[in-house]
Nanobody
Framework: QVQLVESGGGLVQAGGSLRLSCAAS????????MGWFRQAPGKEREFVLA????????YYADSVKGRFTISRDNAKNTVYLQMQNLKPEDTAVYYC?????????????????WGQGTEVTVSS
């Protein structure tokens, strides 16, 4: 089992940047594919990005391509979400998730563990 804790959220102006971190407990972090999802007020949770256990495979939602990147440091048990050129429509609670598999998934049903979320607000 793994516990996930997100951090790095906050208030930022449109066009700004933020880096979210997701720290995982346990010694088997490198066995989990990781994903980032977000949920805006009144909307369903949606996929953002995901990364395989080695970092060699990454999936991106079309809405964030060219602006967001995902990376992981298995030595630090941490996955990162670097967000640039933020837009007001990026405002949401961002969640990281872990999947017991080599490759990640684009759907929330594919993940086994979830963090509590970190809030990102982008002002116009």
């Amino acid at each position: 089992q793994v516990q996930l804790v997100e951090s790095g959220g906050g208030l930022v102006q449109a066009g700004g940047s933020l880096r979210l971190s997701c720290a995982a407990s346990g010694r088997t972090f490198s066995s989990y594919a990781m994903g980032w999802f977000r949920q805006a007020p009144g909307k369903e949770r949606e996929f953002v990005l995901a990364i395989s256990i080695t970092g060699g495979t990454k999936y991106y939602a079309d809405s964030v391509k060219g602006r967001f990147t995902i990376s992981r440091d298995n030595a630090k048990n941490t996955v990162y979400l670097q967000m640039q050129n933020l837009k007001p429509e990026d405002t949401a609670v961002y969640y990281c998730a872990a999947k017991v598999a080599i490759l990640p998934a684009r759907t929330s049903e594919g993940y086994d563990y979830w963090g509590q979320g970190t809030e990102v607000t982008v002002s116009s």
